[in-house]
């Protein structure tokens, strides 16, 4: 030692490697490496040709390099050889996609762990019409299927084969979803979490290549429901015609504009017509029941030839089809408060579209073309947004609502948040 520096003395074990082996049984492999003597190992880096290696340091093999070839699953060979200048590196080859996960470098108890899987890779959130949608990614292929917990509400995913452990939570604060937590659920499946505000039904798919998943959380109750909208006559047949309007023109005008404001909270929206065209009315309950969207709405406007002129808007209803009258009432309750005419009332009328139709349907009488008041509120673009804003609400209350929600929820599999 130098003249002046303190003494040290170093005392240095020879750490030994005795042996390695591969427990292939769980869902994560798992590399055990027994050591005589303490020793540590390094962090897990990859090479350029892919090799995932790491180094014991100061410790020298039992015997010579050892290799070791497995037969399946995402390990292809470990190999464990002398470095030079001391030390010893474990080289392992993994399938694309796995991480080498060391639970603890120090190897003190005399038996170094490494466990091999897939990572979580990307937590992404983004807007989309109606939804929120949530991107896990996975390095590699997951089986993963999310299932619903309540109180407080939150959506789950386990995903097999991805190690977790510490990763902060991601915070989304849109309507419907709050945070997406993850965590190591057992040892060989990591769960995610997602924190739910005000959330109605789910879907989800697979990311590409089975790499983790992609959830849409609804954030309206008419997200991921079927609305046929059905705006009455249309080409030859001009419905009403007063001082030169044309009903079908009035009709198809609240249809396009009910059509977007459902289309905005993720509602998918079919038709019966989207321009001025003909369609015959047995096409368009036939069209209603091969699509058996969630609601049917029938929109017209109203005519008399009597020398009264009645002013107001009806509802009519006709099939016995479950809650084809709640759906009337919701709307046309909806509808008077947008547009405060008279209050003409629901009605058991027998249309043809609301009365051959197999799915729950309403037909709109949105005011009379006959009454000079109601026609000059009917020609602005603005009433009519109105118009169709109450038919809108009306729909977002009906599916929203208990009754439609678990009859909907015998009908089909659609997952239901509520
Ligand atoms: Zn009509």
Redesign the pocket.
């Known amino acids: 030692y130098a003249a002046g520096a303190p003494a040290r003395l170093i005392i240095r074990f020879n750490t030994r490697i005795t042996g390695f082996l591969l427990d292939g049984t769980g869902l994560i492999p798992r590399l055990s490496v027994s050591t005589v003597g303490r020793s540590a190992l390094s962090a897990p880096q990859v090479d350029a040709e892919g090799t995932t290696f790491m180094d014991f340091a100061e410790a020298s093999m039992a015997a010579a390099d050892a290799e070791l070839l497995a037969e399946s699953g995402p390990v292809k060979w470990v190999k464990l050889s002398a470095r030079e200048g001391g030390g010893t590196r474990l080289s392992v080859k993994l399938e694309e996609g796995y991480r080498a996960i060391v639970r603890d470098r120090s190897c003190d108890d005399g038996n170094a762990v490494v466990d091999f899987a897939l990572a979580v890779c990307r937590v992404e959130w983004y807007e989309e019409p109606g939804c929120t949608v949530v991107d896990i990614a996975t390095s590699g292929p997951v089986d993963a299927k999310p299932f619903r917990l309540k109180e407080p509400s939150r959506l789950v995913v386990d995903l097999p084969r991805v190690w977790a452990a510490g990763i902060p939570p991601s915070a989304v604060q849109s309507r419907s979803v709050e945070q997406v937590r993850l965590a190591q659920f057992t040892e060989d499946t990591a769960r995610a979490v997602l924190d739910l505000g005000e959330a109605w039904a789910y879907v989800w798919e697979a990311l590409p290549g089975n790499r983790g998943i992609r959830l849409r959380v609804g954030s309206s109750p008419v997200f991921g429901r079927t609305v046929l909208i059905d705006p009455?006559?249309g080409g030859t047949d001009p419905?009403?015609v007063r001082d030169g309007v044309f009903?079908k023109d009035l009709?198809l005008d609240m249809a396009l504009k009910l059509k977007q404001l459902l289309a905005e909270s993720g509602a998918q929206v079919v038709m019966t017509r989207d321009s001025d065209c003909s369609v015959q009315l047995s096409d368009r309950s036939r069209m209603a029941n091969e699509l058996m969207p969630d609601a049917v709405i029938s929109i017209?406007?109203n005519s008399t030839t009597w020398d009264v002129f009645p002013s107001g808007t009806e509802t009519y209803y006709c099939n016995a089809v479950p809650y084809s009258q709640e759906l009337a009432a919701l709307t046309h309750t909806c509808v008077v408060r947008e547009l405060k005419l008279m209050d003409r009332k629901v009605r058991r009328g027998d249309y043809h579209v609301v009365r051959e139709t197999c799915a729950p349907a309403i037909l709109v009488e949105v005011g009379f073309m006959s009454n000079g008041m109601d026609l000059q509120k009917l020609r602005d673009s603005e009433f009519r947004q109105k118009a169709a804003l109450g038919m809108f609400n009306g729909l977002s209350m009906y599916l929203g609502s208990e009754m439609f929600r678990k009859w909907r929820a015998e009908q089909t599999a659609v997952p239901q948040m509520r």
């Open positions: 009455g006559h419905g009403s009903e009709n017209h406007c």
